[in-house]
């Protein structure tokens, strides 16, 4: 199995600009998540699908941040638009039902100046 | 908001020696997992014990887990280089049970 499958794996844009991040859970998982990861907030929840449904967004922090599960092998995090705050390396990880050990994909660095 | 916390904040030893991480969380949990974070990487799940387990061990690794005083320890007993990673602790507390609350983190350094 290839893991959790993220795209791109650095992305540097300009304030202002809208990001696409993609991710790619395992096959046979139905749960996937959306984290944020920055030094001063450590590792935040965004939004998290189970069965390619958004069980739980109260971790996006406005409304620049959207994200969707198109279908079960396939998800998008949007910021549009972008500013330099939201700088962080993004990770997606999925699971098998709920509650269980998640599996992480290894990110993706975005730098917004 | 982070529920656990995990202390030390950071830890140095020597290749061979014992690491202990502390975790502490504040409200119920259904488990408690470990993970593992080398630098630059995605987290990598270590273990997982539930709220009706005491103690679990993997290869080297043991933790604990003490639902009345709200806290956890993972124990990794002859240290390695290798082992030089962040450690985080994560609460699964919902009812969904599948929401993750990750605590800041214990930066291992193992010296060789």
């Known amino acids: 199995d290839a893991g959790v499958i993220q795209s791109p794996r650095h992305e540097v844009t300009e304030m202002g600009q809208e990001v696409t991040l993609r991710c790619k859970p395992i096959?046979?998982?139905?749960?996937l998540f959306w984290y944020r990861q920055t030094m001063m907030r450590g590792l935040e929840l965004l939004i998290y699908f189970n069965n390619n449904v958004p069980i739980d967004d109260s971790g996006m922090p406005e409304d620049r941040f959207s994200a969707k599960m198109p279908n079960a092998s396939f998800s998008t995090l949007k910021i549009q638009p972008s500013e330099p705050r939201d700088s962080a390396v993004y990770f997606c990880a999925s699971t098998l039902g709920l509650g269980g050990e998640q599996y992480f994909g290894p990110g993706t660095r975005l730098t917004v100046t | 908001s982070q529920q656990g916390e995990e202390d030390p904040q950071a830890l140095s030893i020597q290749e061979g020696e014992n690491a202990t991480m502390n975790c502490s969380y504040k409200t119920s949990i259904n488990n408690l997992q470990w993970y593992r974070q080398n630098s630059g990487r995605g987290l990598v799940h270590l273990i997982l014990?539930?709220?009706?387990?005491r103690e679990k061990h993997s290869g080297r690794l043991r933790v604990t887990l003490d639902t009345s005083k709200k806290s956890s320890s993972l124990l990794i007993t002859a240290s390695r280089a290798a082992d030089t990673a962040s450690y985080f602790c994560a609460t699964d507390e919902g009812t969904s049970g599948s929401r993750l609350t990750f605590g800041e983190g214990t930066q291992l350094t193992v010296n060789p």
């Open positions: 096959s046979g998982h139905n749960s």
């Open positions: 014990i539930r709220s009706n387990e």
